[in-house]
């Protein structure tokens, strides 16, 4: 378990933090021709030997530099044949988590002296990153056929909404890991609160709705986040 953690959050590093948006806009332009596509391979690569910190998992390193290249290039390929572009998205994802399981069955083979402090920690890791700007882009991805109903006409600070969606889910994921489930209802109550007047002024169904779905499904994310990472240091 605490192999695939370390492999996950490799992935969700190279994958959603220092990915720029250029990378992906270039790639799906070019697709193989991309030299971002090539590059971005690579730094999976170097985060993966990162975060193993061991030099003799080179070769594990390596194949799951090579699947994410055949992955996203299919990905690239056949993404403009689907309406729905999510579906290509989550598809790339399983896949690519898949790799990382079965390389994790494989490296637990050799790695079995790690202590259960540490694994701790790396779930911890691997948590609070996943809460952040990852579940951001999947909910952007699960949201995004409601989004583009909702009108765009409400003043709002640039990427508020995404900012206060991480803020809120590491709130949450803070409170589950110290066993404070009281604090996510008191934190769902003061978002509330907020909501209230910009909601009532709106009239706008549609515009509630929507921050309401978004709402529940952060606050899943999180609490899915939590219960899991308890679940392993339990």
């Known amino acids: ?35 971002y596509l090539y590059l971005h391979v690579f730094l999976h690569f170097l985060i993966t030997m ?15 530099m090579g699947s994410h290249l055949v992955i996203d290039v299919v990905k690239l390929y056949i993404t403009p044949f689907f309406k729905n572009k999510s579906i290509p998205f989550f598809i ?32 911890l890791v691997t948590a609070v990153v996943f809460v952040t700007f990852p579940s951001a882009i999947l909910m952007g ?20 909404g995404k900012y206060i969606g991480i803020l809120e889910r590491l709130f949450v994921l803070i409170f ?8 996510i209802g008191l934190l769902i109550a003061a978002k509330s609160v907020f909501r209230f007047n910009d909601l009532k002024e ?10 309401l779905i978004g709402t529940l499904v952060s ?3 999180a609490i899915l986040t939590g219960i899991a990472y308890t679940s392993i240091s339990l």
């Open 1 to 35: 378990m605490i192999f695939f953690i370390k492999l996950f959050l490799a992935h969700l590093i190279g994958d959603f933090i220092i990915q720029p948006t250029k990378w992906v806009i270039h790639k799906e332009a070019n697709k193989a021709g991309s030299k």
């Open 219 to 221: 606050f899943g994310l």
């Open 50 to 64: 990162v975060v193993l910190w061991d030099f003799s998992m080179w070769k594990i390193a390596l194949i799951i």
């Open 92 to 123: 790339d994802q399983l896949l690519h988590i898949l790799v990382l399981y079965c390389c994790a069955f494989y490296g637990n083979l050799y790695e079995n002296t790690i202590t259960v402090f540490e694994n701790l920690n790396w779930a």
């Open 141 to 160: 991805k699960l949201l995004e056929a409601m989004s583009n109903q909702i009108p765009t006409d409400h003043k709002s600070l640039p990427n508020a």
């Open 202 to 211: 709106s009239n706008n169904r549609k515009l509630t709705e929507y921050i």
């Open 176 to 183: 589950i890991v110290l066993g404070r489930w009281e604090g």
